[in-house]
Nanobody, 117 residues
Framework: QVQLVESGGGLVQAGGSLRLSCAASGIIFSLNVMGWYRQAPGKRRDLVARIFSDGSTNYGDSVKGRFTISRDNAKNTVYLQMNSLKPEDTAVYYC???????????WGQGTQVTVSS
């Protein structure tokens, strides 16, 4: 079992920045991917960014160049630095952990990010 605790959401004006954190605890296997997904009301949950245990990353097209994902393997924590925020970034952001050996995945409870225009 893996537990994920998210922090860092909130309200920010357009053009501002926020940093999300997600700490994983429990049985952490070395081969994994951690990432952030987001879901706006009435829309599907989409990938924002993810980072593999080897450091490789993927980003959703809409956030490339504005968001940066990073991780601290010693702390089992993933970070999402969000800059130049836009109102369309408003959503609930969910942390995701996936064990690459078993494909078992876990989700955080979600944190609200609201960007005002």
């Amino acid at each position: 079992q893996v537990q994920l605790v998210e922090s860092g959401g909130g309200l920010v004006q357009a053009g501002g920045s926020l940093r999300l954190s997600c700490a994983a605890s429990g049985i952490i296997f070395s081969l994994n991917v951690m990432g952030w997904y987001r879901q706006a009301p009435g829309k599907r949950r989409d990938l924002v960014a993810r980072i593999f245990s080897d450091g490789s990353t993927n980003y959703g097209d809409s956030v490339k160049g504005r968001f940066t994902i990073s991780r601290d393997n010693a702390k089992n924590t993933v970070y999402l630095q969000m800059n130049s925020l836009k109102p369309e970034d408003t959503a609930v952001y969910y942390c995701n952990f996936r064990n690459l050996r078993t494909s078992t995945e876990y989700w955080g409870q979600g944190t609200q990010v609201t960007v005002s225009s």
